[in-house]
T-cell receptor, first 111, second 113 residues
Framework: QQQVRQSPQSLTVWEGETAILNCSYE??????FPWYQQFPGEGPALLIA?????DKKEDGRFTIFFNKREKKLSLHITDSQPGDSATYFC??????????FGAGTRLKVIA | GGIITQTPKFLIGQEGQKLTLKCQQN?????MYWYRQDSGKGLRLIYY???????QKGDLSEGYDASREKKSSFSLTVTSAQKNEMAVFLC????????????FGPGTRLTVL
């Protein structure tokens, strides 16, 4: 059972554009949603995270928009740079140690 | 800062072989995790250890054993490697407590011939 779904599977944008990565979940008990960034050959690294009590979290060019009613969230990367090319994972946790990860979105930013 | 070291970086085994992957962290974190990453499937939790003397099964524990030797180290054993199995095994650690940021190592890439 895939509890966290990500779309699209892959995304290509031009440098300077806004990339939008989508995530949805099924379990209403999830209340913490981190996004991880992974470069080839490396482990994932935390990029930004949001708790379900908030509807928006911003950190520089990265913003999470969260819709609890629809069980959806999205990661917006504004002014995309070639260095942002990576795989992005949406994860969800019900407040314990277990994270459920989505399958990832592979982002490519073309200069 | 700190670092997570995983050894070996690449592991090639034979079908049916017992294989051990090792992880060390110097963050002084209480909690450690083992994940399996398959292409196109995200990360799936195999085992985790909340504190030094604890061991918990994740969603993918069948076919694996784990051992928390001390606070800084966490090992994973593939009890009987399956032919054509190829995945990256990621170790992570965090402070104790839900919602604590998990820091990941670079992974061990397993190939079974």
């Amino acid at each position: 059972q895939q509890q966290v779904r990500q779309s699209p599977q892959s995304l290509t944008v031009w440098e300077g554009e806004t990339a939008i990565l989508n995530c949805s979940y099924e379990n209403s008990a999830f209340d913490y949603f981190p996004w991880y960034q992974q470069f080839p050959g490396e482990g994932p690294a935390l990029l930004i995270a949001i708790r379900s009590v908030s509807d928006k979290k911003e950190d520089g060019r990265f913003t999470i928009f969260f819709n609890k009613r629809e069980k959806k969230l999205s990661l917006h990367i504004t002014d995309s740079q070639p260095g942002d090319s990576a795989t992005y994972f949406c994860a969800a946790s019900p407040g314990n140690y277990k994270y459920v990860f989505g399958a990832g979105t592979r982002l490519k930013v073309i200069a | 800062g700190g670092i997570i070291t995983q050894t070996p970086k690449f592991l090639i085994g034979q079908e049916g072989q017992k294989l051990t992957l090792k992880c060390q962290q110097n963050f002084n974190h209480d909690t450690m995790y083992w994940y399996r990453q398959d292409s196109g499937k995200g990360l799936r939790l195999i085992y985790y250890s909340i504190t030094e003397n604890d061991l918990q099964k994740g969603d993918l524990s069948e076919g694996y054993d784990a051992s928390r030797e001390k606070k800084s180290s966490f090992s994973l054993t593939v009890t009987s490697a399956q032919k054509n199995e190829m995945a990256v095994f990621l170790c992570a650690s965090s402070h104790r407590g839900s919602g604590a940021e998990q820091f990941f190592g670079p992974g061990t890439r397993l190939t079974v011939l």
